[in-house]
T-cell receptor
């Protein structure tokens, strides 16, 4: 149980274009989803948190107009990188949590990640 | 106060040995401490987690030891195997603020055969 998928697993796009990454919880309701960014050999950097049906809460320094997050249903969240530039190249990982699931309601389950390369 | 300090940065252990990774925190309001394992090119996977009302939790070869007074917690991997070679992250969270995780910087573990 508690499986999270991401699509695509890797994507190459040209500078100036937009790319959408999907995150799905396959066997549970994701009341809260998180989007992270990870650079090689570094820790995870939280970009934003979203609750189903609400606007995402972005971390300080993350441009909300550049990284559009939509959490339209209890099983799907999307991250759109708009007008991508080479510096946006990174490993993007989502995680999901079911806030109604006891007793360990704090557990975050991670997707496999999406490698974005902007040329 | 929101930091979680993890050490060592890298660790080399012989097969069959014990791997020990340590984390320390300052914020006494943290009340959930998970450990994640990440293989290259993959997302992190939850290994084991503990709450501060327990001093130790064991799941198979993985044990968390928690020292509330010292504000430290550690991961012990018994009988380490080459397949355990990965990056390990400790984290902590607090009630409220969407319970977002505060992450350590990670430990790269290599288990030699």
């Amino acid at each position: 149980g508690a499986v999270v998928s991401q699509h695509p697993s890797w994507v190459i796009c040209k500078s100036g274009t937009s790319v959408k990454i999907e995150c799905r919880s396959l066997d549970f309701q994701a009341t809260t989803m998180f989007w992270y960014r990870q650079f090689p050999k570094q820790s995870l950097m939280l970009m934003a948190t979203s609750n189903e049906g609400s606007k995402a809460t972005y971390e300080q320094g993350v441009e909300k107009d550049k990284f559009l997050i939509n959490h339209a249903s209890l099983t799907l969240s999307t991250l759109t990188v708009t007008s991508a530039h080479p510096e946006d190249s990174s490993f993007y990982i989502c995680s999901a949590r079911d806030d109604h699931r006891g007793p360990w309601i704090y557990e975050q389950y991670f997707g496999p990640g999406t490698r974005l390369t902007v040329t | 106060q929101q930091q979680v300090k993890q050490s060592p940065q890298s660790l080399i252990v012989q097969k069959g040995g014990i791997s020990i990774i340590n984390c320390a925190y300052e914020n006494t309001a943290f009340d959930y401490f998970p450990w994640y394992q990440q293989f290259p090119g993959k997302g992190p996977a939850l290994l084991i987690a503990i709450r501060p009302d327990v001093s130790e939790k064991k799941e198979g070869r993985f044990t968390i030891s928690f020292n509330k007074s010292a504000k430290q917690f550690s991961l012990h991997i018994m009988d380490s195997q080459p397949g355990d070679s990965a990056t390990y992250f400790c984290a902590a969270s607090i009630t409220g603020n969407n319970r977002k995780l505060i992450w350590g910087l990670g430990t790269s573990l290599a288990v030699n055969p």
